[in-house]
């Protein structure tokens, strides 16, 4: 069994190409930060094949999956299944955490939408 405690850097943490930091990841949960996204109509739908459960520091949006529309305010927190077509519109200047179960990885399923 490994023990080993893992510290990640801010400073040296990768970012994606959807303006997500990535925060720690383990062998079967990784974390993400959105920081001060900009306001947006919204993207293209889209299925990811991992849990998101997301936390809102800061902001405001609203999480469209399926035929469902969520308001997210700070303090709030969502929860999307795998594999369910969704997107986020930012409504206010956005911040939040989010965890992903398998782990979205730097360069692996976390590509834009395209």
């Known amino acids: 069994m490994d023990t080993t405690v893992k510290k990640i850097d801010r400073d040296a943490s990768p970012h994606g190409a959807m303006g997500q930091t990535y925060l720690a990841s383990g062998k079967k949960l990784s974390m993400r930060l959105w920081e001060d996204e900009a306001p947006t109509a919204g ?29 997210l305010e700070k303090g709030d927190s969502w929860v999307v299944p795998p594999n ?20 979205a990885r730097v360069g692996e399923r976390d590509a834009p939408a395209d």
């Open 84 to 103: 369910a077509e969704h997107t986020y519109e930012i409504l206010e200047t956005f911040s939040a955490i989010e965890a992903t179960a398998p782990p």
């Open 43 to 71: 993207k293209t739908p889209r299925a990811r094949p991992y849990e998101t459960i997301g936390y809102v520091l800061k902001g405001k949006a609203r999480l469209h999956l399926g035929e469902q529309r969520v308001l």
